[in-house]
Structures are given as C-alpha cells and as structure tokens.
C-alpha cells in the first residue's frame, strides 16, 4: 500500500477503529502538559503536543518490571510480556532515542523483556507540529525520520489540515487497512510533507549547536579537565530528574524481593540514574563516583562520547527533557558543548 491522503474525520473515525480492537497508547493532555497513555477514545489523541513529560521508551523499559519469580527450591521462571500494541504519535527524536535502545539492548547480552516488547509494538511516528520551548532535535539532526528504518507507519500534518499516513513495515501497511478508501498522495502531497520536514529541521532549534554533532565526541575528549564540570555541579542537587525524563537514558538496578511467605519472591528491575549519589556504590559500600562533578561530567560524556563510540550516533536526540526537568537550571547539553567549544 503507498502514502494516503487522509482528512482529520477520517483519521479519527480510523484510530477509533483502532482503539476497539487492540491496545493503543498515544500522547494525551496532562493538566498543561502532555504524557503517553492508553487511549479510550480518537478524541483523547493529542497529536498536537509539543513534548511529552516522560519519554515513549517507558512502553518497552518500564520504569519498573518483573523480570522474573523464583521459589526457594530454586526453581524461576522469567517473565516476558509479549501482548501486541501500537504505540501512537511517538515524534521523530523519541524514534530516534528508541532505535538506540534497539541497538543497545541486543548488544552483547541480547535483553529478552525489551526485544519482545519492541517486537510486539507497531510504532507510529507523527512529525512534530508544535516545538516543544527547550527543543533542539534540529540541531542535533533528529528532527525528522525520513531515511530511517524500524518503525512502521509515518503521520505528518500538512498545513491545510489533511495527514499523510505512510506504511513503512507490512505492520503499518497491516494498520492502514481502515484507510484503503482514502486518495493515494500525489506529488503535490509528498512536496507539502517536504516543506513540513524543512520547517521542522529549523524550527526545532530553541537551543543552536556551534558544531557539527560528529565533532562532540572529540570535543569533550579533549575537555575532561574543564572548570565547567565544578562550575556547574556545584549547584546540582544530585535528584536524577534529568535521568528519569531522558529518552536515551537505560540504566537500571536489579533487587531480589522475597514475599511474606518466604517462600517465593521476584527479580524487578527499576531505572536508575548516574546523577543520583549512591548509582555507583558496589559491594564493600565503595562509591566509584562519590564526586557531584564527576557524576555531572559522566552523564555529559555518556551523551556525547561513550555511546557515540558504541552506536556511532550522538546519545541527546535534542529532545530538551532534562533543559525543563532541572529546577537548578544547568542540564542544558546545548550549553555545555558550546561553551567547552568557545573556551577550548
Ligand atoms: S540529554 Fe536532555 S536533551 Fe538530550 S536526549 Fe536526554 S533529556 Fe533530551
Ligand atoms: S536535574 Fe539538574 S539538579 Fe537534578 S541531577 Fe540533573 S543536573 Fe543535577
């Protein structure tokens, strides 16, 4: 099936078909703000949101889960949540940060919960249409998805208020069953989606970068010793906000937890963040990263240096998250790379 042509009746009365007959999660009002939930009705659909309050990636790494439950005779048995989902609306740099999850997660020790969540969705990514006010996606070239691959079906409103949905897996052509009816985009249609796409390369720079995101690796190698480390750490309060809201962040903590029968118990696993005091305490209670401006300069170079160096891609998708998230007003990677280029 190729690119339709759909009116904003249309899509409602599609995703309302949608709804009724699978699990649907998608951008919802939250007070002022916005934040991914199960959708009951077409008319809850906040395609208009500018960012949501925690990232899409909490569909396929929970804040918390059950890995597995165990017994005292020693028997387990993982668990594994495999129930099929279409993840609605996640905008382009929120793809972005979750395709790295992809690469991450089945690197090494491929990770069996979040493979076959990731399996079990059909993602559907809708082109932002309002900045979100600390965006900066454009400048770290997230801002559209055109030429990458993983996702299933691509929304963009073009300015007379029609939506181009087109496929990009046989997932999303599955999903566009609904839509068969609708006008094939013509030449017409895929230039306005262009001109979307250029808008949203400059419009979604609140924050400018002075260089080339490929240069950040080698420029934060070349500043480990910066006063901005100190500088700025001083005033961090070490609360993680800028961990637990970032689309790129995966770490985690593993606890054991018996139940009050003593008998049997299960494995969870919980996020966690390298900006919190105890992330790095091990066995013996030794703190390896004890220091707030060491634990302020890892998070930076985790983003611009350690996973560029794994995936060859910057870890900030420039969703600006962590610029909003900071009540100390000093989390803005934008800011920071900058200023280590101006006074290297
Ligand atoms: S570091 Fe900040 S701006 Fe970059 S992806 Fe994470 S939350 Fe978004
Ligand atoms: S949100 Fe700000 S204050 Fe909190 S840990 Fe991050 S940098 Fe520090």
Avoid at 13 to 21: H, R
Avoid at 176 to 198: C, H, I, N, Q, S
Avoid at 215 to 237: M, S
Avoid at 263 to 283: S, Y
Wanted: charged share 30%; aromatic share 10%.
């Amino acid at each position: 099936m190729i690119a339709k042509l759909v009116s904003q009746t249309d899509l409602d009365a599609w995703v309302d078909a949608l709804i009724g007959e699978q699990t649907v999660y998608g951008p919802k009002a939250k007070g002022d703000r916005f934040s991914f939930d199960r959708l009951n009705a077409s008319k809850d659909l906040r395609l208009d949101y500018d960012v949501s309050i925690l990232p899409p990636k909490k569909y396929f790494h929970p804040q918390q889960e059950t890995l597995m439950t165990f017994n005292k005779k020693g028997e387990f048995e993982s668990v594994i949540e495999r129930d099929p989902f279409v993840l609605f609306g996640v905008h382009p740099y929120d793809f972005v940060a979750i395709a790295q999850l992809d690469k991450l997660f089945e690197m090494d020790y491929p990770d069996a919960h979040y493979l076959a969540r990731r399996e079990a969705a059909t993602v559907v990514v809708s082109d932002v249409q309002k900045a979100s006010a600390e965006v900066f996606a454009g400048a770290a070239g997230f801002a559209t998805v055109e030429h990458r691959k993983g996702y299933d079906l691509l929304i963009t409103r073009l300015d007379d208020g029609s939506y181009v949905v087109d496929p990009r897996s046989p997932k999303g052509e599955k999903l566009m069953t609904g839509l068969k009816k609708a006008p094939d985009v013509d030449a017409d249609g895929f230039r306005a989606r262009e001109a979307v796409w250029a808008r949203n390369r400059e419009q979604l720079q609140k924050h400018k970068l002075k260089m080339k995101p490929d240069e950040i690796p080698g420029l934060l190698a070349a500043n480990r010793d910066h006063p901005v480390w100190e500088e700025k750490a001083a005033l961090c309060y070490s609360c993680g906000s800028c961990n637990l809201v970032c689309p790129t962040c995966y770490c985690f903590n593993v606890e054991d937890e018996l139940n009050w029968d003593m008998e049997t118990g299960r494995r969870t696993r919980t996020w966690d963040g390298c900006m919190l005091t105890h992330f790095a305490t091990v066995a013996g209670d030794h703190n390896f990263r004890p220091k707030r401006a060491a634990r302020y300069r890892h998070r930076y170079f985790r983003k611009g240096q350690y996973v560029h160096d794994m995936i060859g891609e910057l870890s900030c998708v420039g969703c600006g998250r962590c610029i909003t998230a900071c009540t100390a007003n000093i989390a803005n990677p934008a800011e920071i790379f900058n200023r280590l280029l101006e006074e290297k």
